[in-house]
Nanobody, 124 residues
Framework: QVQLVESGGGLVQAGGSLRLSCAAS????????VGWFRQSQGKEREFVGG????????YFTDSVKGRFTISRDNAKNTVFLQMNNLKPEDTGVYYC?????????????????WGQGTQVTVSS
């Protein structure tokens, strides 16, 4: 059983940056692929980006490409989402999720473990 805890959210002005962390415990996190999702008010949860278990090629939704990066430190059981040049439309609750598979999946239903989420608010 893997437990995930996100941190690093907050309020930032448009054009600013935030770095979210996803800390894992309770399982062999090294073998899990991690995805980041977000949910804005009144909208469905959407895929943001992900990183495979081995820290290989990351994958992002088009709206954040070139602005967001993902990295992981398996020794510290932590995955990071670096968000630069933030826009008001990036506002939402950000969740990290883990799946026991080798590849990033954009479907939230295919992730086994979820964190509680961290709020990101970008003001214009």
């Amino acid at each position: 059983q893997v437990q995930l805890v996100e941190s690093g959210g907050g309020l930032v002005q448009a054009g600013g940056s935030l770095r979210l962390s996803c800390a894992a415990s309770g399982g062999a996190f090294t073998w899990y692929t991690v995805g980041w999702f977000r949910q804005s008010q009144g909208k469905e949860r959407e895929f943001v980006g992900g990183i495979p278990w081995n820290g290989g090629s990351t994958y992002f939704t088009d709206s954040v490409k070139g602005r967001f990066t993902i990295s992981r430190d398996n020794a510290k059981n932590t995955v990071f989402l670096q968000m630069n040049n933030l826009k008001p439309e990036d506002t939402g609750v950000y969740y990290c999720a883990a799946r026991a598979g080798a590849f990033v999946d954009v479907d939230a239903n295919n992730y086994m473990y979820w964190g509680q989420g961290t709020q990101v608010t970008v003001s214009s």
